[in-house]
């Protein structure tokens, strides 16, 4: 994550930020028929880290005197990402308030999310 900064350009924090992945066999349940429900919070939270370096959001909180804490996460299960499936991740501030901003993370297998 730390490269990242350096080599993907910065973006303003009301576009969507995309990130790919793909499933492979670390990533699936024991029955190795979809990706394990822990792993999708795990790409969630490379997801948000990327998100908030792109858009310097973590550097102007920081500024501030501020910290980054996630609250709660509500996912709802939808599709299955099979084994070896290329996945995409889209973030975007989804409300934006003074003090608290919620974001809204959509995880799709290359595909139109919003």
Known sequence: MLLTAKVVRCVSKLYFVVISGVCIT???DTLLYHMNNARYLRELDFAR????????????????????????????????????????????VNENGERISHLLYCQGLNENVF
């Open 49 to 92: 880290v990327d998100f908030y370096e792109r858009t310097g959001l973590y550097k102007k909180i920081r500024q501030k005197g501020g910290a980054v804490v996630q609250g709660a996460c509500t996912i709802r299960y939808r599709r299955f990402v099979r084994p070896f499936s290329i996945f995409k991740i889209t973030s975007k």
């Open 26 to 28: 670390t990533d699936v």
